[in-house]
């Protein structure tokens, strides 16, 4: 247990549809970053919260947002599904604002199946 | 942005056997992580290498990094079926964009016994 909760672990949902994927970082971390892993694209970086405020875009879409509570768990809001959104979605957490000297712990992710 | 290839793509080994792993950025690197990914399934953290020259070892597996190459190399000696799944590298961009990790494509290893 790398001490990053993700929930559900499993999601099967149709297109158009909207989901939600939560994320439990690890004790005392306050940076929440979430990726997306498909077969194709590799892993991507979406966005980053620290402290509950979104420190780092990346390639995002504009259907997809998130955003951190004040107990530091996390929500990526998934909308207008569509069938290449089929992917891992993967969290993780650091102490600080980035990698540098700590690098972040991954949570087991949630896959998420658009049919 | 900052680019990781790494190479190969994927590998196969036969038990027993050592395997290569390279990594090579594209920008200058400011702290290379290795991550370990079984299939389907969460990132492991393997090691950090922050300085050049630096090595690292973790039982069988040692990772070094060559900066001015901008590439680090993870080895594995005697591989076993437990060393099979997903490597994978990653590079901290400071400063721009939130200290972000940025990722390579992956090695897929798959250790034959």
């Known amino acids: 247990d790398s001490g990053v909760t993700q929930t559900p672990k499993h999601l099967i949902t149709a297109t158009g549809q909207r989901v939600t994927l939560r994320c439990s970082p690890r004790?005392?971390?306050?940076?929440v970053y979430w990726y997306q892993q498909s077969l194709d694209q590799g892993l991507q970086f979406l966005i980053q919260?620290?402290?509950?405020?979104?420190?780092a875009k990346g390639n995002i879409l504009e259907r997809f947002s998130a955003q951190q509570f004040p107990d530091l768990h996390s929500e990526l809001n998934l909308s207008s599904l569509e069938l290449g959104d089929s992917a891992l979605y993967f969290c993780?957490?650091?102490?600080?604002?980035?990698?540098?000297?700590?690098?972040?712990?991954f949570g087991s992710g949630t896959r998420l199946t658009v049919v | 942005s900052q680019e990781l290839e790494q190479s190969p793509q994927s590998l196969i080994v036969q038990e027993g056997k050592n395997l290569t792993i390279n990594c090579t950025s594209s920008?200058?690197?400011?702290?290379l992580y290795w991550y370990k990914q079984k299939y389907g399934e969460g990132l492991i953290f393997l090691m950090m290498?922050?300085?050049?020259?630096e090595e690292k070892s973790h039982e069988k597996i040692t990772a070094k990094l060559d900066e001015k190459k901008q590439q680090s190399s993870l080895h594995i000696t005697a591989s076993q079926p437990s060393h099979a799944g997903i490597y994978l590298c990653?590079?901290?961009?400071?400063?721009?964009?939130?200290?972000?990790?940025?990722f390579g494509g992956g090695t897929r290893v798959l250790v034959k016994p």
């Open positions: 290498l922050q300085k050049g020259g």
């Open positions: 993780a957490s650091s102490v600080g604002t980035g990698a540098l000297g700590y690098g972040y712990t």
């Open positions: 919260y620290y402290n509950g405020e979104e420190r």
């Open positions: 004790s005392g971390d306050l940076s």
């Open positions: 990653g590079a901290a961009v400071p400063k721009a964009a939130g200290n972000k990790l940025t």
């Open positions: 920008k200058t690197l400011y702290g």
